[in-house]
């Protein structure tokens, strides 16, 4: 075979497998781009609500108040009378106004059983505090939270009073049902009652949604 013409097949041949090299190249590149796209175009899960600001319970309506829980002690001696009371409070019907009401210390609530123990409670000392509106009296015998919600306008309410006396909560061991209202000063009240009760050893009761 003609010198040159051997000359010419071999750098035929060298070009050939640089082209082959290439192309294993780019296929390797393809594979590696395939593989990262899938996660690099997808967004991460993004964090779950706080379990605290989930709502367990349907508000019901607007303006509505829907007690969960409440425990109540009668005053054995001296002044340790407790009670605490739970659930939904619904302030959609008056979004604009409800907070400044609470922070001008002008709601209470009163809460009774199904016989003689009824405490009237005012909520004072109300403030801010990052999602919250919190009260508490200047003995801290009553203490109130409101905490905001996944839903606008639509709080956790949390009211508990210690340090009651007998003239409050009476004699006997307290009765179902629990019931209370929430004023707020200007003439709108919000019922809710506990029906759901059993007595907790001598001196107290407990109720449930």
Do not use: W
């Not at 003609?2 to 590149?29: I, Q």
């Not at 199904?114 to 004072?124: N, P, Q």
């Not at 409101?146 to 307290?174: E, I, M, W």
Request: hydrophobic share 35%; charged share 25%; with cysteine.
């Amino acid at each position: 075979m003609h010198p040159r013409h051997e000359d010419s097949l071999a750098f035929a041949r060298r070009r050939t497998k640089a082209a082959r090299g290439a192309l294993a190249s780019l296929a390797m590149a393809a594979c590696v781009v395939t593989a990262l796209s899938p996660g690099a175009q997808a967004s991460p899960p993004g964090p779950p609500p706080p379990s605290d600001l989930l709502l367990d319970t349907d508000p019901g309506p607007s303006g509505s108040l829907v007690l969960e829980k409440g425990r109540m002690r009668h005053a054995v001696g001296r002044d340790n009378g407790t009670l605490r009371v739970s659930g939904l409070f619904d302030a959609r019907d008056q979004a604009a106004t409800f907070e400044d009401r609470v922070l001008a210390d002008a709601s209470s609530m009163q809460v009774r059983d199904g016989g003689s123990f009824v405490a009237d409670l005012r909520f004072v000392g109300c403030a801010t505090l990052r999602r919250s509106l919190r009260c508490k009296s200047p003995d801290r015998g009553v203490q109130v939270s409101f905490r905001a919600t996944d839903q606008p306008n639509v709080y956790k309410l949390t009211v508990t009073a210690k340090k009651l006396s007998t003239a409050v909560t009476g004699v006997p061991q307290p009765k179902g049902p629990i019931s209370a209202v929430f004023s707020d000063g200007a003439g709108n009240d919000r019922p809710g009652a506990l029906s759901d009760c059993k007595k907790s050893g001598r001196h107290a009761l407990r109720c449930k949604h």
